[in-house]
């Protein structure tokens, strides 16, 4: 298992179902803004990484196995690259979440739309200022970006464009739409770290 071994494509195609297994298993708990094919594309990289590793003659039973972890793995790391806030702001805000205790919260700090009597189903007060302070960080941290980055990212998340679209409208390519995105997504990070 030393070194690169060769990949061919009769090996991505006996492994390519385990990869739409696993995208096919974890959309449904995601987003709506985090595409299928995006989850492809990382999942096959970590096909390809476990293919490079393993020589054709050493794979054996389990190393179905092997790929479905190469390929989650390669799915985590793609969608940790695609989340705006940093890994502690994240933590930050699930605990938040699950604290219970009881807060005062003043109508001024409700979102304008919500500012209504609520019914028993509706979120609490509490719940609708963090969201309210959450989007207004954002919405300022996406304003710091450069213009090409924050049109990337405003069509990207909000609009729910794809960036195969982005990159034809920008007349550049997919690549390159990629890192402007990759780019665009750790500074916002960064922007939301300094902000928390």
Known sequence: MTGQHEVSAADVAEYMPIVHQVVGAMLPRLPPNVLRDDLVAAGTFGLLDALRRQAASERGAEFGWYVRV???????????????????????????????????????????????????????PETLVCEHSEAAALAKAVERLPVRERNIITQHYFDGVQLRSIARDLGVSEPRVSQLHARAVARLREYLADAA
Do not use: C, H, K, N
């Open 70 to 124: 190469r390929v989650r793995g390669a799915i985590f790391d793609e969608l940790r690259s695609q989340d705006w806030l940093s890994r502690r702001a994240r933590r930050r805000f699930a605990s938040e979440e699950r604290t219970t205790g009881a807060a005062v919260v003043g109508i001024e700090d409700l979102p304008e739309e919500r500012r209504t009597i609520a019914d028993d189903g509706a979120l609490t």
